[in-house]
């Protein structure tokens, strides 16, 4: 039989079960194979173009599931988003986590390779790291994630050199790893920290987790374990910046030991409100705005005081991506 008169059978089974025409087109889509899995391009060493030079941060770009109905879908301004990632021509781009709603479906990351077209077709180096969503439905073991980012080699924490930065991402995700590989991680994150310290080369460092230490999210509350075994080595090293998270979908900034704590979770999952006035677990938010903030990605370029970071985004029902706010992060002291 023809794949044409199969399918059509289908739909004519679907149309005598009394199942109207955009389900039977669905459940048609849904049959349909899957493409390969699209490669993003990528080495652990980023070229710093001179004059121009940036990388871009963005994290949780899942689609919202079916099974939240409740909660809003934002697929125009997830396109617009990565539309306005790709123009920004960064130098490289890291996901912080949450790349799909469900990371052991096929079909979730096939959806993936589509939105991230623009960026990969540029042919923009992407980093990703591991957030929770990630681990659901089997797909903890990386499958899925790591036939998109071969340059990972199989890694779940590493480092990345860009020009004279250096950036490390950890798997934040305590409750998915066993005990040593959890401790393995932090003793290498621990070290990495010394070692960069001490290297010439490396002239300031930024860390990138996907649960935040600190949030004033009314959906979900600060991590614990990000707190005891990822804060303390940041706030010890001195050439560490900052924390860069995601998982809460909203962005909020603060300051801690002399380190800023950033979560840039706004890639367009189903915002997550902040709470409000004596509800606010945290007061000292330096990102100012409403409860739902919108939808951005982070552009930190080096500058000669610092890192220059550009929030840069739009609101619900935008199209057009710009500046939202700038702040500066001063170097490290020599």
């Given at each position: 039989m023809s794949e044409q008169k199969r399918r059509g059978g289908f739909a004519q089974v679907i149309a005598v079960a009394g199942i109207g025409a955009a389900a039977a087109s669905a459940l048609l889509a849904a049959c349909a194979p899957l493409p390969a899995p699209r490669r993003f391009a990528g080495s652990l060493d980023v070229p710093l173009r001179p004059t121009s030079g940036r990388i871009a941060v963005i994290a949780d770009l899942q689609r919202?599931?079916?099974?939240?109905?409740?909660?809003?879908?934002?697929?125009?301004?997830?396109?617009?988003?990565?539309?306005?990632?790709?123009?920004?021509?960064?130098?490289?781009?890291?996901?912080?986590?949450?790349?799909?709603?469900?990371?052991?479906?096929?079909?979730?990351?096939?959806?993936?390779?589509?939105?991230?077209?623009?960026?990969?077709?540029?042919?923009?180096p992407v980093?990703?790291?591991?957030?929770?969503?990630?681990?659901?439905?089997?797909?903890?073991?990386?499958?899925?994630?790591?036939?998109?980012?071969?340059?990972?080699?199989?890694?779940?924490?590493?480092e990345v050199a860009y020009g004279s930065i250096r950036v490390v991402v950890l798997d934040s995700n305590i409750d998915e790893l066993t005990p040593a590989a959890w401790g393995a991680q932090i003793r290498w994150y621990e070290g990495a920290l010394r070692r960069l310290d001490a290297d010439p080369s490396a002239r300031a460092v930024l860390v990138l987790a996907h649960h935040p230490p600190y949030t004033n999210s009314t959906v979900t509350g600060d991590e614990p374990h990000v707190q005891s075994h990822v804060v303390?080595?940041?706030?010890?090293?001195?050439?560490?910046?900052?924390?860069?998270?995601?998982?809460?979908?909203?962005?909020?900034?603060?300051?801690?030991?002399?380190?800023?704590?950033?979560?840039?979770?706004?890639?367009?999952?189903?915002?997550?409100?902040?709470?409000?006035?004596?509800?606010?677990?945290?007061?000292?938010?330096?990102?100012?705005?409403?409860?739902?903030?919108?939808?951005?990605?982070?552009?930190?370029?080096?500058?000669?005081?610092?890192?220059?970071?550009?929030?840069?985004?739009?609101?619900?029902?935008?199209?057009?991506?710009?500046?939202?706010?700038?702040?500066?992060?001063?170097?490290p002291a020599p």
């Open positions: 919202t599931s079916a099974l939240e109905f409740w909660r809003e879908s934002n697929d125009p301004e997830r396109a617009a988003l990565v539309q306005a990632l790709a123009a920004a021509r960064p130098d490289a781009v890291f996901v912080v986590g949450d790349l799909v709603f469900d990371g052991g479906s096929a079909r979730h990351w096939a959806e993936l390779d589509a939105l991230m077209a623009p960026v990969r077709d540029a042919g923009i980093f990703a790291a591991f957030g929770n969503h990630e681990y659901w439905c089997g797909g903890g073991g990386g499958r899925h994630l790591f036939a998109r980012f071969p340059h990972l080699g199989g890694r779940r924490w590493y303390p080595p940041l706030l010890r090293a001195r050439k560490t910046l900052a924390l860069i998270s995601g998982h809460v979908h909203n962005h909020e900034r603060f300051e801690r030991g002399g380190k800023l704590f950033i979560v840039a979770g706004g890639g367009g999952g189903p915002r997550a409100a902040l709470a409000r006035g004596a509800a606010r677990r945290h007061p000292d938010d330096l990102a100012r705005g409403p409860a739902l903030r919108p939808f951005h990605f982070l552009l930190i370029a080096p500058a000669p005081e610092g890192l220059s970071v550009e929030v840069h985004g739009l609101p619900k029902g935008g199209s057009e991506a710009a500046a939202l706010d700038r702040f500066m992060i001063p170097w």
